[in-house]
C-alpha cells in the first residue's frame, strides 16, 4: 500500500531523536487518533534551520512523512521551511494512500508548531504562521462515504 | 519474501491442500447445476446433502437445518435482518453486545435507523458479557439476542450455554456467531440453546467465499436472498458447489482434529504469551487468560503504535494484525479495545497473532526474539515513550 | 455414463482449465486477507483491482464501477432492494417484466409485501418487451425500471438500449440483469444508460458462488450485505480472492473469444433449430428468431412433457432443460413461457438447450436423431397426442 | 431422484397403449398441471380385469405410476382392484420425492375413473367407489413452504 520511498523512510528514518535545548518544539496529533508527532529545531542567528530531529508516535505514514518533513526542511531559511506544505511531503515520497493523507498534514501542522515555539520564545513573527491548533484533527470531517 | 510465519488465521486461513483437492473434480468434471434433472448434474445435490450432514454433526444438528451463504457477514446479515422483519409484529428491540464483529454491528445500525432499538451489552474487562446486565436487558418487545461465540481480536469466549438458557426461559430467539470458534471449540447447538449460528469456510482452512447459517427447525425467519428455490427455498442461487464440498471436506478435518490440535495450539499460545509478558516490558495481555481461543494472543504495546508494528514484523516475515482485519485503513482504535476498558494510545498499540495448524515453537522463538527488537527500536521514536521516561526519571 | 453432450450452458457451464489454473495458487499459496496490512496479503488487494479493471473493460465501466458478490441472485437483490430502500422517499414504484429470473420477479413480490408497488410488463409472442407499455407505465413515482438483457429460457434479447433512453430521459434508474447476456453479447452500460447490471461467474465458464453487481459512478445506493469496509464500504465480508481472480479469468477468455465463439454458436444454433423444425413434426420454436442468443435453442413439442423427454434425453447422455434450471420439481410451467403466450400443455413440452463452447455439429446431429425418437416415443404413449391423431382423421 | 424401480417403469412402461371397444376408460389430470392420465379396461363377466392399457403425459413419476398401477390391477377382480392406492402403487416402486407423490394419486383416481365409467356403462354399483373429481389436483394444497 506504501511507495517504495515511504518504506525506505519509515525502515530507515532520517533525523530521529531529540534536541536538547532546542530553538523550538513543536508537538501535534493525538493518541486517540494514534499519532503524535514532535519535532525539534536547532535555528541559528540567522533563521536557518542548522538541525532537525522528530520523534513520531504512530502509522508507518506517519514515520515516513515526519522522516521526509525534517530532510525538507534541514538547512532551509524559516520563511522557506514556511513554504514545506503537507503537499511537497507527500509529492516527495511518491504519494500517500487517501486514508494516510492526514499524516501529511499532521508533519506540516508539526513543523510550523516548533516554529512558533521558536518564534514565541524569541518574540518574533514568521510571516504567514499562524497559532497551531492544539489537535490536527479538530475539525477535520470523516471522509469515508457512508452507505 | 523468503521466511513466512503466518500469524493471523484469524483473518482467515490457508486453504488445506486436501480441500483444494476435494474441490478440484466439481469445477471441471460434475460441474452440472445441483437444480437440473439429468443424473449427471442431480448427482450434485446429495453431494451437498452430504456436506450438510457433515456440518450438522459438528454442531449437533440436522443437515437440513444447514444452510449455505458466501461467508460470514452473510450468515449475520441474513441471521439479524431476516428475523427482524420476521418478528416485527412481536417487538422491534434487539440485544447484542459492544464487542461484535462489524458484521453483526454495522447490521444493527441499519436495523436502528429502520426503527429497530438495540441494546449494546457491555462486557468485563476480560471481553466477557456480564449476564445480569443481559438479563436487565431483556424486555418484552425482544425479539432476539446475538452474541458472539467468541471474539475475534481478543479470543474471549462467551458465557453460551448461559445465555441460551436465559434466551430459551424468556422465549426469545438466540443468534451466535460462531465465524471464530467453530472447529476451534466444540459446539452444542442444542445444550446452548442456539436456534442461529453463523460459520465462515474460510476461517478454517477452507475456502473463501463460502459459510453457513444453522437455523433450528421451526424457526420462522425470512429468506435474505431471493429467487430460486436452492436452499429449501431459503437462499436463492445457484449453489457454489465446489466451495460446499469445500467447505465440507475442510469441516471434516477440523473436527477430526480438533482435541490435538487445539490442545497443541493452547500450549504454544500460552508459551508466547508467558515469552512475551517475560521479555518485553509494558505489555499487557488482553483478553480472558482462561476462556480463550485456543490460538489467539493479543497484547498492547505501551507507546507504540499498531501498524508501525505490523510493518516491521512484515519486514521480518511474520504476518499479523492490529485489531481486526477488517477495520484496518481506519483510523480509530478497535472497538473491541476501547470495551474492555483500554485508554485510546494503549488501544492503538495493540498486536493479535493468532496460531494456526501449522505453527511451530520455532516460529515463536523467532517471532518473540524479531519482537523484542522492534518494539525497543519504535520505543526509541516515540514521543510518548521518552516523556514516559522523562517524568520516571524526575 | 459415457457419452456427455452438455447442453445445458445457461444452467451452468463447465469451468475453464485455465480458469481453475489462475484460482489455485490463491487457495494454498495466496491465500492472505487482502484487507491485512503485511505485504504477502495486501499483495492481493491489488489482484482484486486487476480483475475489476477487466470486468469493468469488458462492459464499457471503470474497475471501482464493479462490485462483487456472491453470484447473480445476490446482485439482482442488492439492486433491486437496496435501490427500493435508498430511494423510498422520492417513490416506491418499480417496473419490471414478466419474464424476469426468480431473482427478480420474487424480490419484486418481496418488496410490495413491503409497500411498494411494481408493474409487470407484457412481452409480446417472441418474448420482447413492448416500448410504448414500459412508456405508460412510468408514473412521477417511479424510482427503478429493471429489465433483463436476455432472458434466460428462450434466450430473447431486449431493447436495452432504447429502455435505457427511456429510463435516462426520465430519470429513472435502470438497471439489467445480464446473468445471461454477459460475455455472450458485446454489453455498453454508457451507451445504454445502464446504472446497474447484474452478472454470475458460472455462466461464462467461470466458477461457481462468485459474480458482480455493477453500479454506476453517482448511484445512491445502500450497501446489502453491512459490516467490514470490503467493496469500498458497500458489501461485506472477507473478499473470495480465488473465485475473483477465476471470474476475471473467465471474463479475459470470454471477451477475446466472444466473436469467433458465439459466431460459431451462432451457426450451429441455427442449424439446431433448421433441422428439429425440418424433422420433427408439432413442434414450435419459443422465442426470437433474430434478437436471439447465440447459444439459445427452445422449442415446445407438442402431446409431449418436458420431465419425461429430459429423462429420456439424460438416458442418452444428453444434457438439457425444461424451462430454468431453478423451477424443476414445481409443477407451474414456466412462467416465461406463459408470458409470449403458450397455452399450459404447450409450455409443460418445452426444452431449452443452450450450446457452449465446446458443442460441435456431430453432438447436435446426434441430438436431433435421439429427439427425434424420443418425441415419438412419448407421442406414442401420450392421451393428448391419441385425441388428437383421433381428431384429424374424424 | 427416482428410484431404480421408477425409472424402470419409466423407460420399459408396462401396458401401454389402447383397448378398443373398453369396459371402461377412465382420463383425469389435466394439462395446466403438466399431467394426464388415461386407463383403459377390459373387464370380463366376472369383474375380473383381463386386461389394462394407459396412456400417460406427464413426468417421469407420471409414467411410472401409471405402468405399476396398470400392473397392479391387471388380473385382479374389481373389488379387489379398489383396494390398490395410491400408496401400494408408491411402495411397488420404493418410493418417490415429494413432490412427486401427486402423481400417484392420479394414478390411483385413473384406475378409478375407468372403473366408475365401467360401472356406469354396466348399471352397476362398486363398493366404495365415488364419481371421480374432473380435476385431480381440484382442493389440492400448495404444500411449498413459503418464506
Ligand atoms: C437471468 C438470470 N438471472 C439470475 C440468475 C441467478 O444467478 P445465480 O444462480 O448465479 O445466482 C440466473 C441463473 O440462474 C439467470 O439466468
Ligand atoms: C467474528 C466474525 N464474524 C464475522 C466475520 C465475517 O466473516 P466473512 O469475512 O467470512 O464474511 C468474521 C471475519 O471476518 C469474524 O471474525
Keep these: 500500500m506504501y511507495t517504495e520511498k515511504v518504506m525506505d523512510h519509515f525502515q530507515h528514518p532520517r533525523n530521529v531523536g531529540e534536541i536538547e535545548d532546542a530553538s523550538g518544539v513543536g508537538t501535534v496529533g493525538n493518541a486517540k487518533c494514534g499519532d503524535i508527532m514532535r519535532i525539534y529545531l536547532d535555528i541559528d542567528e540567522n533563521q536557518i534551520i542548522r538541525d532537525v530531529k522528530f520523534k513520531t508516535f504512530g502509522c508507518g505514514a506517519a514515520v515516513a512523512t515526519s522522516s521526509m518533513a525534517t530532510e525538507l526542511v534541514k538547512g532551509k531559511n524559516v520563511q522557506d521551511a514556511m513554504q514545506i506544505t503537507n503537499k511537497a511531503v507527500m509529492e516527495a515520497l511518491d504519494g500517500l494512500p487517501p486514508v494516510k493523507v492526514h499524516c501529511s498534514l499532521l508533519a506540516e501542522e508539526a513543523i510550523h508548531a516548533a516554529l512558533w515555539d521558536y518564534a514565541e520564545k524569541n518574540g518574533i513573527k514568521i510571516e504567514g504562521l499562524e497559532k497551531p491548533k492544539s489537535d490536527i484533527h479538530e475539525g477535520e470531517e470523516d471522509e469515508a462515504e457512508e452507505y | ?394
Excluded at chain 2, 123 to 147: C, F, Y
Excluded at chain 2, 208 to 230: C, E, M, P
Design chain 2, 1 to 394: 519474501m523468503d521466511k513466512l510465519i503466518y500469524l493471523d488465521n484469524a483473518a482467515t486461513t490457508r486453504t488445506a491442500p486436501e480441500v483444494v483437492e476435494a474441490m478440484l473434480p466439481y469445477f471441471t468434471e460434475n460441474y452440472g447445476n445441483p437444480s437440473s434433472v439429468y443424473g449427471f448434474a442431480a448427482a450434485n445435490k446429495d453431494v451437498i446433502t452430504r456436506q450438510r450432514e457433515i456440518i450438522g454433526d459438528a454442531i449437533g444438528a440436522k443437515g437440513n437445518e444447514i444452510y449455505f451463504t458466501a461467508g460470514g457477514s452473510e450468515s449475520d446479515n441474513w441471521a439479524l435482518k431476516a428475523t427482524a422483519e420476521a418478528c416485527e409484529s412481536k417487538g422491534k428491540h434487539i440485544i447484542t453486545t459492544k464487542i461484535e464483529h462489524h458484521a453483526i454491528l454495522h447490521t444493527c445500525e441499519y436495523l436502528e435507523k429502520r426503527g429497530y432499538e438495540v441494546t449494546y451489552l457491555d462486557v468485563d474487562e476480560n471481553g466477557i458479557v456480564k449476564l445480569d446486565e443481559l438479563k436487565k436487558a431483556i424486555r418484552p418487545d425482544t425479539i432476539l439476542i446475538s452474541v458472539m461465540y467468541a471474539n475475534n481480536e481478543i479470543g474471549s469466549i462467551q458465557p453460551i450455554r448461559e445465555i441460551g438458557e436465559i434466551a430459551h426461559e424468556h422465549g426469545i430467539l438466540f443468534h451466535t456467531d460462531a465465524v471464530q470458534a467453530f472447529c476451534q471449540i466444540p459446539i452444542d447447538v442444542n445444550a446452548c440453546h442456539i436456534d442461529m449460528l453463523s460459520a465462515s469456510g474460510h476461517k478454517l482452512n477452507g475456502p473463501k467465499g463460502i459459510g453457513f447459517l444453522y437455523i433450528r427447525t421451526g424457526v420462522k425467519i425470512r429468506s435474505f436472498v431471493h429467487g430460486g428455490a436452492q436452499e429449501r427455498k431459503r437462499r436463492a442461487g445457484t449453489e457454489n458447489v465446489p466451495g460446499i464440498v469445500g467447505l465440507g471436506k475442510a469441516v471434516e478435518r477440523a473436527v477430526s482434529s480438533l482435541e490435538e490440535r487445539t490442545g497443541k495450539e493452547r500450549e504454544l499460545r500460552d508459551y508466547l504469551i508467558r515469552r512475551i509478558e517475560n521479555e518485553i516490558p509494558y505489555c499487557r495481555l488482553n483478553g480472558d487468560r482462561e476462556k480463550r481461543l485456543p490460538n489467539n494472543v493479543n497484547f498492547s504495546f505501551q507507546f507504540v503504535e499498531g501498524e508501525s508494528l505490523l510493518i516491521m514484523l512484515d519486514m521480518k516475515g511474520i504476518c499479523a494484525s492490529s485489531g481486526s482485519a477488517c477495520t484496518s485503513g481506519s483510523l480509530d482504535p478497535s472497538h473491541v479495545l476501547l470495551a474492555i476498558g483500554l485508554p485510546h494510545e494503549i488501544a492503538h498499540g495493540s498486536l493479535r497473532m493468532t496460531l494456526g495448524e501449522e505453527t511451530t515453537k520455532e516460529d515463536l522463538d523467532y517471532v518473540v526474539d524479531s519482537l523484542k527488537g522492534i518494539v525497543e527500536n519504535l520505543r526509541g521514536m516515540s514521543p510518548l515513550y521518552e516523556d514516559f521516561i522523562k517524568k520516571q526519571n524526575n
